[in-house]
Structure formats: structure tokens, C-alpha cells
């Protein structure tokens, strides 16, 4: 439809001389917030909110023509709008900006949303390239959005074991009750308008790659051309005397917090590991269960991955919600009736009482239905790639948790790191390089966990740290950490002092090195946080 001239509205949001280069200014038109940001003399306007959960990018970290979310580190270009980093699918608006008479004027048209979903192509009927991608989350759905917009025209088939199209898995061990409609990724409208097909409820068991082809557990099998296996990784069971109970739950897929929820709410859980997942599950269920116990084997949560003083922390946010631990503990026995769980015993004899018991231990990569494959794997059976997501196999690639890749902010060091925003990284490089389009992952790490309505926010890779700096205060939860390595910065964490893990997310980004000397340093304007 031809665009008229009353579909736009063009306001004076401020004084050239307002902004200097380097900053941005939240501003509005026709009462549509927009950010306005001034780079090399240069005015532009994108959307003022993040298209992963509705953050406000005033408060986030500038760098350049890029903005950097405050709440969970997606990356906008503030030229284009385009989504350069993840969480999140969908690019920002842009809008026209004109500096007259020192005046800066934006104009908005009415018809633009707050959120952009870039261009896409579709299937071309007589192309007969096929791209299977085995799993249903972030990485596979990444992957196909970009092949589609990159014009790749050819058929895209995600298979997934899960009942639902891919959901923001995410929010299922913080709202255990949120209906899945709610969390969706995208549409099966949006879906089938780009031509990307989802197989649910598929199992793939065996992959040949010198006939190009998957079996599924139904017997049947499917062709490929280019494979992205994505199957990301489940959660360990545990190996003690009743735990294949009824009522002991792992906590993976939507049916499976569902059902932890309509179990726990107002009786007795008692959840296994201080994991990201086990406490999020706890906080959750404070409020709804009629008692939680956590068991764990550190003296406090997190103490490897966040340290002492953090984990006491959290510890203590919980406590105060009457959730009880019993730490340097573990499970001897499940004891239950009629093949329901009745009670825990701990390792020291600990009797705790229970009427749900969930499992959070650990996490095994997804890649057993490659045994006897050529697809090579590491001693933890993760899939191993190359900076490009290529397997040893020149069309098989591999992304998300399932995969081990070479992390560039540490020396392209081999690891396997369990984060929604990388997988979805995985998942776009991983089908820019099955373009032929030769694209290296460059992704910094991005975490974070919510605890009571706070959020921890988390960088880098923290694996060997040696020493940890703080700024502000733990015990007031209000704190920035940064984990040192031989005098170097390696990972920031943070608790109510945003935007500052997004500015650190920004500089490790740019392969500059941040020193133990200015971690400790008093004056930290080398944050750029103003």
C-alpha cells in the first residue's frame, strides 16, 4: 500500500548542540519513544526499547554505531536498527532524522511497530536443496531465520522431540505456570509464511553422512544437503536408590514444568543442586509450595561459577523466603510409597520430607544418536566445531549446547558453555557459513538469572579465575564483580548496577584486554558509564 503523507509525523526533539558525539537521548514523536544517538557528527533514531524483553537502551552501553541492551546484552546497530547480537529475533525501526537551523527533526511513521523483523525470503518451488536442523531451540531457529534472510531459497526442516515449536525456554524455571502460547518464539503463521517446516514430537536416532541422511525413531528418514545438529543437552538423572520415583522430576521441557508446578504447590519439595536452574526453581516456588529444601555439595550456591560472596548471597535471599538449605550434603536415598516419593535421605542421615523432589545436577550434551557416526565429539560427548560451527564433516555443523567451540575472548580456548544468546549466535553463523558466506563467531558470553523479581547479569568465560574484585556491596545487593585471571579481567558479574556488565560485554567485544589495575581501580571512568 502506497505510503501518504499523513501516515508520518515529523517533530523538533532537541538542539543539535544537546548531544555530543558518543551519546544517546531517549526521545519522543507523536508519543512513540525513540533513541536518538549521535556518532562522527552523524544523527540517527532506532526504537528506545530491545526487542528481546521491552528494555529501555537509554540505559545501556553505547559503542559506536552499536547499542547494547542493559538487561540481557542484545546489540543494535543505531545506523540500521538490525539485531548485530543476541537474545531476541527482531530488529528495531529506524527513522528519518534532519538537522536544520540546530534543530534535529525526527519523523515517524505511524504504521512502524516497535520492533522489525528483517526482510526473509521463502522456499522457490524446483529448488531442491534441503537444510535439516535437528532440535528445536534458539540456535536452529536463528539458523533458519537467517538462511531465509539471506535468500536462501531451498527447504529449511526443523525436527524437534518437544510437543511445542520453539518456546523461550528460558522463563520455565522462572514461571512454572506461564502458558506456552506466552513464550512461543515465533508463530506457526510466521513460520509458514518463511517456509520453514517444524517436525514436533520427532526423535532422530542415527545420522549417515556419506548418504546424507537421518532415521527417525519412527523408521522413517529424511535427505539433507546441509545438517545443523542442535539438539542441546538434558539434564542428569540421578544415580541413587529411588530416583526413578514417581515425582522426581527434571526440569527440561514445558510439560515438564507444568507438571512440576501443579505438583508443588502447596506441598513439601525438596530440589537436588544449587545450578542456575535448581535455584531459580526455589525462588519460584517459595511462594507456592508449603516448604522447599535445597541440597547441595558446596558450602553455597554458585560457590565455582560466582563465587563465595555471591552465593552466600543468594543463599540468603532465599532463607529469607523461609527456603532451608543443606549444603556440603547429598542424596544416599528417594524413599517413597506406593512408587511416590515420601522422603529424602541425606548423606548424613538427614531425613527431609517430600513430596516432589526436582533434579538439578548437571547437564549432558545431546549427541548419543551419533555413535557409529563420523561426526567427531569430545571426552564429554559435546560436538566438536571450528570458529565457522563446521563439524570434521564439510556439511554437517553443529551449534548450541550440544556444541564445543573455540571461544575467541580466551585465546579460541575449546569449550562448551550452556547460554540462550550464544546458541542463537551458533545458529547465525552456522548458516552464513552454509552460505558459503565465511563468518567467524566472535560472540562475547551474556547470562543471567533471576532470583525474587533480581537479576544477576554475567560476561565473559569466569572458568580459573584466581581472584575476584568487587565494586559496590555484596551484603546491600547492590555489587559489580569482575573475576581475574594473571592480572586480567575475564568476567564480570552484577547485581543492580546496570548498565555495567553490557558496557564490559562491549569492550571485551572489541578484543580490548580490561587489567586487574583498573578493576581496582577507584575511579572506574574507564567504563564510560555517563
Known sequence: MAQTECDEVTEVVCLESELQDGQMKEVEVDHQKMLLVRNEGQFSAVGALCTHYGAPLIKGALMGNRVRCPWHGACFNTKTGDIEEFPGLDSLPTYKVKVENGKVHVTRNKKILTKRVKEMSCRVPGVCHAILLIGGGPASLQ??????????QGRIIMVTKDEQLPLDKTKLSKAMNIESEKILLRSSDFLKQHGIEVWTEKEVVSIDTEEHTVSFHDGNTQHYNQLLIATGARARRM?????????????????????????????????????????????????????????????????????????????????????????????????????????????????????????GIGVIPNSDFLKGSMVEVDSRNAIIVDKFMRTNNPDVFAAGDVASFPLSIRADKRVNIGHWQLAQAHGRVAALNMLKKQTELHSVPYFWTVLLGKSIRYTGYGEGYTDIVFKGSVDERKFLAFYIKADEVIAAASLNFDPTVSRVAEIMATGKNITKLEAESEDLGWLQLT
Open 143 to 152: 539458523c533458519a531465520e537467517t538462511l531465509r534472510q539471506n535468500d536462501y
Open 239 to 359: 544415580q541413587c536408590p529411588g530416583a526413578e520415583l514417581e515425582n522426581v522430576k527434571l526440569l527440561q521441557s514445558y510439560k515438564d514444568a507444568a507438571e512440576i508446578y501443579q505438583m508443588s504447590v502447596g506441598n513439601r519439595v525438596v530440589i537436588i543442586g544449587t545450578s542456575f536452574i535448581g535455584m531459580e526453581a526455589a525462588a519460584f516456588l517459595s511462594d507456592k509450595a508449603a516448604n522447599v529444601a535445597v541440597v547441595g555439595k558446596s558450602d553455597v550456591p554458585y560457590q565455582f561459577s560466582l563465587g563465595p560472596d555471591i552465593g552466600k548471597m543468594t543463599m540468603q535471599m532465599l532463607e529469607e523466603k523461609y527456603v532451608r538449605f543443606f549444603m556440603n550434603n547429598g542424596v544416599a536415598e528417594i524413599q517413597g510409597e506406593n512408587g511416590k516419593v515420601k522422603q529424602v535421605i541425606l548423606q548424613n542421615g538427614e531425613v527431609l520430607p517430600a513430596d516432589v523432589v526436582i533434579v
